[in-house]
């Protein structure tokens, strides 16, 4: 069964859109019964399964730690 966005690991997003568009985005969001960031998370999924240049993340570079 996929993970949903809601049982996934969280991190925070901010970003600046115009008023009238978070206006209408967070208002058909709720009344399609959605989070905004729930909504979020599925365009954002669609954009990278659409843009994502392959074998891309076939191999992640390793994370450097604190002071490196």
Not at 22 to 37: A, C, I, N, Q, Y
């Amino acid at each position: 069964m996929p993970r949903t966005p809601s049982d996934t690991p969280k991190d925070k997003l901010t970003l600046s859109i115009d008023k009238d568009v978070k206006r209408r985005f967070d208002f058909v969001s709720k009344w399609h019964g959605l989070t905004m960031s729930h909504v979020a998370t599925e365009l954002f999924e669609e954009w990278l399964a659409k843009n994502t240049p392959p074998g891309l993340f076939d191999k992640e570079p390793a994370q450097k730690g604190k002071g490196q």
